[in-house]
């Protein structure tokens, strides 16, 4: 008994001085306990949606009256010179009402008076979610106009952009986005980290390599992997799933680098600045792991994440390129929808290299 003691006093010791171990056995475990109770919500409100009213009516007014004051819509009028459709292609609503001519007299004689609803079905479940909370505001409608006549008024809904509502159409691009936001980063900072631990290191600070190209080598080399990888991914998804891509390739290869190069250079943020490999792999695991998972857009949609936790967000590069993938698997929108999303995940690969860089060429011996 007294040996376990003994040797436990000693685990507890050595878990005192190392201060970076300490803190990530501490501060994890709150920090996962805080994120998961505050960002997770999967609730669906205040979605926008516009409406083209052709009829003008009183009756018509009405029915976009209520939908408005549900809290899961939020109607905004159509802009000038767009129609429904083209609402939905340039993401400016996710859903879209259309009435149509002669829907208060086709009401007001007790015949059918349709109206249609254009729903995204990008996000299957939301969908969902959606169709659920028109018929309902319909059936409700419906009874305040003629309690007799409840089918008075008709709803047909049209999916747009996945019609089949097949979730591996959302969640398969969603899952090779977060492996490549772990994988590439957990190598490249463990191949930092072992030179630091090891001390090989000390060979590079004495030779003419420089810290810039010294770190510039190891990015690209693990790109390369990286690339290697979300091919094999991408093969998986087309051959084995079915899934194909819904416009023309170029943003999503250029996307592609830059996005494998922002997780080599966080990483390689990681390796330089932590010279154990237990830490690093932990850091860089668990880092790209919940920041992913819970800000990326990846389980539930990014406007479901309370402020000022939504602003992290910004600083995840596999949210914009889940935009990326989803875009190029169901939408097809391209480049006038998705030009920000090289541009930010330029600035982030850029701000994690230099981050690298500096700690590399602080200690690195200059002749």
């Given at each position: 008994m007294t040996r376990v003691l003994a040797q436990i006093r000693k685990e507890l010791t050595q878990l005192r001085r190392d201060t970076l171990t300490l803190t990530l056995a501490l501060a994890l475990p709150a920090m996962l306990l805080l994120l998961l109770s505050t960002a997770t919500s999967l609730s669906v409100k205040d979605i926008p949606v516009v409406v083209q009213d052709l009829d003008r009516t009183p009756l018509s007014r009405r029915y976009v009256e209520q939908v408005g004051a549900s809290l899961s819509f939020r109607v905004n009028a159509l802009p000038e010179g767009i129609s429904a459709d083209h609402a939905l292609d340039r993401n400016l609503a996710r859903?879209?009402?259309?009435?149509?001519?002669?829907?208060?007299?086709?009401?007001?004689?007790?015949?059918?008076?349709?109206?249609?609803?254009?729903?995204d079905a990008t996000d299957a479940n939301t969908a969902n979610v959606m169709r659920a909370k028109v018929a309902a505001i319909t059936g409700a409608f419906n009874h305040d106009l003629h309690p007799t006549a409840i089918s008075a008024v008709r709803t047909e809904i049209r999916y747009w952009f996945n019609p089949g509502r097949e979730d591996l159409r959302y969640f398969g691009p969603g899952v090779l986005a977060?492996?490549?936001?772990?994988?590439?980063?957990?190598?490249?900072?463990?191949?930092?980290?072992?030179?630091?631990?090891?001390?090989?290191?000390?060979?590079?600070?004495?030779?003419?390599?420089?810290?810039?190209?010294?770190?510039?080598?190891?990015?690209?080399?693990?790109?390369?992997?990286?690339?290697?990888?979300?091919?094999?991914?991408?093969?998986?998804?087309?051959?084995?799933?079915?899934?194909?891509?819904?416009?023309?390739?170029?943003?999503?290869?250029?996307?592609?680098?830059?996005?494998?190069?922002?997780?080599?250079?966080?990483?390689?943020?990681?390796?330089?600045?932590?010279?154990?490999?237990?830490?690093?792999?932990?850091?860089?695991?668990?880092?790209?792991?919940?920041?992913?998972?819970?800000?990326?857009?990846?389980i539930f949609p990014v406007q479901n994440i309370p402020q000022p936790l939504r602003f992290l967000s910004n600083l995840v590069p596999m949210r914009y390129y889940l935009e990326v993938l989803r875009d190029a698997f169901l939408r097809g929108g391209g480049w006038p929808r998705l030009w920000h999303v090289p541009i930010a995940l330029g600035l982030l690969a850029s701000f994690f290299f230099w981050r690298a860089w500096t700690a590399l060429r602080d200690m690195q011996v200059t002749a």
């Open positions: 859903a879209a009402i259309i009435i149509p001519p002669q829907f208060h007299r086709h009401a007001a004689r007790g015949e059918p008076a349709e109206l249609q609803w254009l729903i977060f492996g490549m936001a772990i994988f590439p980063t957990i190598l490249t900072a463990l191949a930092l980290s072992r030179e630091s631990e090891l001390k090989t290191i000390l060979q590079v600070y004495v030779s003419n390599v420089s810290a810039f190209e010294y770190l510039l080598g190891k990015v690209i080399a693990y790109t390369l992997v990286a690339l290697v990888e979300w091919t094999i991914g991408m093969a998986i998804l087309f051959g084995a799933f079915g899934l194909r891509l819904a416009g023309e390739p170029t943003t999503l290869v250029v996307a592609t680098v830059l996005y494998l190069l922002c997780s080599t250079c966080w990483g390689a943020m990681v390796g330089a600045g932590i010279p154990n490999q237990a830490a690093a792999i932990q850091a860089a695991q668990l880092g790209s792991l919940l920041t992913s998972f819970l800000f990326a857009g990846y």
